[in-house]
Nanobody, 126 residues
Framework: QVQLVESGGGLVQAGGSLRLSCAVS????????MGWFRQAPGKEREFVGY????????RYANSVKGRFTISRDNAKNTVYLQMNSLKPEDTAAYYC???????????????????WGQGTQVTVSS
């Protein structure tokens, strides 16, 4: 059974940085595209970014472009979300997700992902 576990969330001042990690079980991590999504109270879950299965391409939501960076370390079965210049509107529960399809483009849609983590809370204060 594939499991994803996020970590690294916490409380940070506006302008600060956090790095989230997502550890993935199994022997086929290197075949998964990985996405990050977030959800604030009363809001829909929204796309943050993805990295393709071979690490060749990334895509980000306009709201985080230039501030967030996704990377992966296949040897550690881990994907990262580096968040810089954090804003109060970044406050949300952050979720990682795995896509088994090996599509070349990646996906911004929640229903294209097969496995989800439990989420980690990020709170940005003013």
């Amino acid at each position: 059974q594939v499991q994803l576990v996020e970590s690294g969330g916490g409380l940070v001042q506006a302008g600060g940085s956090l790095r989230l990690s997502c550890a993935v079980s199994g022997r086929t991590f290197s075949s998964y595209a990985m996405g990050w999504f977030r959800q604030a109270p009363g809001k829909e879950r929204e796309f943050v970014g993805y990295i393709t299965w071979n690490g060749g391409s990334t895509r980000y939501a306009n709201s985080v472009k230039g501030r967030f960076t996704i990377s992966r370390d296949n040897a550690k079965n881990t994907v990262y979300l580096q968040m810089n210049s954090l804003k109060p509107e970044d406050t949300a529960a952050y979720y990682c997700a795995a896509d088994r399809s090996r599509r070349s483009s990646g996906s911004i849609h929640t229903n294209e992902y097969d496995y989800w983590g439990q989420g980690t809370q990020v709170t940005v204060s003013s």
